[in-house]
């Protein structure tokens, strides 16, 4: 029987975690007709980027994969980032999505022409689609500190997702900038074969003690041949990870406990005086955690300092902090985060009322429940303004929104609407409410954060992740404003 639905035709910008979960999801409920662009010649995203020493999730395995592809053969309770890159590789080639990406072709601008999307490659190659998603990742934007005199070190010196894998690490004297997630997994990793490791905190950050003990092969093989036991682990591990929200979320007895067991766990540093340098003085999770277990170790090697005088100026020796110190180094290692506000940017973007998408960005990114945006028809984004909940997995919550995406494009394909977006009433409302729930979340709890925006503004998620799914699952359509033109 010939299908009688429309064929959208569907750009992806980006083949990372976000893109990769689209197009299998696309792909399952028989829709072919999408490309993916991707900037780079390998898929993967972050978990392509980041290369560096001691890279590993921290948000379990068990609950950091798809729901629809788990995979039995985790080898930790949090992967090592190549076995997360090398899965979803897999799960790409598995699903038929590595079929559908264009590598090397980096999306320059997308422009809203005769009523639909024109994509224009860097290398000046057009197409025209129906819609466009972004899914190119938060955290792909390298953010390199202003420190006078960077480009005038000596020895090796590279942003943490940049890696040089050909800088000697073993016997080296290694300075790194940077204590957040990424520092802390390169300062646990590097300690031991640095001869001298310094580790330049600007700001400390708090620390969660969570181990990650390896699979033993009887529970790799119980995972594998127990599919519903697999299953069940997912949603286990997706409980327990849900069961902190209340302590996110608003001040009370659960947000007192976790931040008493994580403020005690500073009493494994010995010295006094380095404990109060690792002290922050804001509330436990109020920037994202550093899970390790090894970082406290870490820190108390006698080859290891941690330097809290903030930086002078780089030399070509090494690092001149403010109270006159050369700190001597041979490689310097720049864990220094990432611009998490471009979203999509630096892709140019127009609407059909000729638009772009800095000026309707002008006073801060924002979306309708993260995904679309008012004046923009048929453009979705994956982890668009809003989207992080917490310590939460961005898988699931790419799922939560491929699902939204999904219910806009089977209308599409029954011949329901042509366009859709979210009214600008809608969007002012829901942001009423976003400002309304925040206050009471840790994250605006008092700190800067890669959660902040400009202006103060938190960009996370301020509800539970039951209330997100719900939100993304249901679509109220006095919320949307559609068109329909075509008798198709
Ligand atoms: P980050 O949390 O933004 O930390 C950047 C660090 O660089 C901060 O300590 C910051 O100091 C410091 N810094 C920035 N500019 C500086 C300057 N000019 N001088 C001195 N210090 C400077 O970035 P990240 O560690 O890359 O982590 C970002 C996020 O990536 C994490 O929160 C996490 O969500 C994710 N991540 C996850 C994993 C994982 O899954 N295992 C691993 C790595 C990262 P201030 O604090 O003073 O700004």
């Not at 948000?59 to 950091?64: E, G, N, T």
């Amino acid at each position: 029987m010939t299908s009688t639905l429309r064929q959208p035709r569907i750009a992806i910008v980006g083949a990372g975690m976000s893109g990769i979960c689209l197009g299998a999801l696309l792909l399952e409920a028989g829709i072919e007709t999408f490309t993916i662009f991707e900037k780079a010649e390998d898929t993967g995203g972050t978990w392509r980027e980041n290369t560096y020493p001691g890279i590993a999730c921290d948000v379990p395995s068990r609950f950091y994969q798809y729901s629809f592809a788990r995979n039995p053969h985790w080898s930790r309770a949090m992967a090592p980032g190549a076995e997360i890159h090398a899965y979803l590789e897999q799960v790409a080639r598995d699903t038929g999505v590595s079929a559908h990406i264009r590598y090397a072709a980096e999306v320059a601008s997308v422009d809203w022409t005769d009523g639909c999307w024109e994509l224009t490659t860097a290398a000046g190659d057009s197409a025209r689609f129906d819609f466009v998603v972004s899914a190119t990742g938060i955290l792909h934007h390298p953010r390199y500190p202003d420190i006078e005199g960077l480009d005038t070190f000596a020895g090796p010196s590279f942003h943490s997702a940049r890696w040089d894998h050909d800088a000697p690490l073993d016997g080296q004297r290694i300075g790194v900038i940077g204590t957040g997630s990424t520092g802390a997994q390169i300062v646990s990793d590097l300690a031991g074969r640095a001869s001298q490791l310094t580790v330049f905190q600007r700001t400390p950050h708090w620390v969660m003690q969570l181990g990650n003990p390896e699979f033993s092969r009887f529970t790799k093989w119980l995972h594998r041949r127990l599919p519903s036991y697999d299953r069940l682990s997912y949603h286990g591990w997706r409980l327990f990870i849900e069961s902190f929200s209340p302590a996110l979320l608003r001040p009370g007895i659960a947000r007192r406990f976790a931040t008493w067991q994580i403020r005690r766990q500073l009493r494994q540093i010995k010295d006094p005086a380095l404990r109060a340098q690792l002290t922050p003085d804001f509330e436990p999770m109020c920037r994202r955690l550093i899970i390790s277990t090894s970082y406290y170790d870490a820190v108390q090697r006698d080859d290891v300092e941690v330097v809290a005088t903030g930086i002078e100026r780089i030399e070509p020796d090494g690092v001149r902090t403010t109270d006159g110190v050369l700190h001597p180094c041979d490689v310097l290692v720049l864990a220094t985060g990432f611009d998490s506000h471009a979203y999509l940017r630096p892709i140019a973007m127009t609407g059909p009322d000729g638009t772009t998408l800095e000026q309707a960005w002008a006073a801060g990114p924002r979306a309708y429940r993260t995904v679309t945006l008012p004046g923009f028809p048929n453009f979705f984004m994956f982890m668009g303004p809003n989207s992080p909940v917490g310590n939460y997995s961005l898988i699931a919550i790419a799922e939560a929104q491929a699902g939204h995406m999904l219910q806009w494009i089977d209308r599409w394909r029954r011949g329901e609407i042509d366009t859709v977006a979210p009214t600008t009433t809608a969007t002012d409302a829901y942001y009423d409410d976003v400002r309304a729930a925040m206050p009471a979340t840790i994250w605006a709890s008092g700190c800067t954060s890669w959660y902040v925006g400009a202006g103060g503004n938190v960009e996370v998620y301020p509800w539970a992740p039951r209330h997100f799914r719900k939100q993304l699952a249901e679509i109220k359509d006095t919320d949307f404003l559609t068109t329909k033109t075509s008798s198709g």
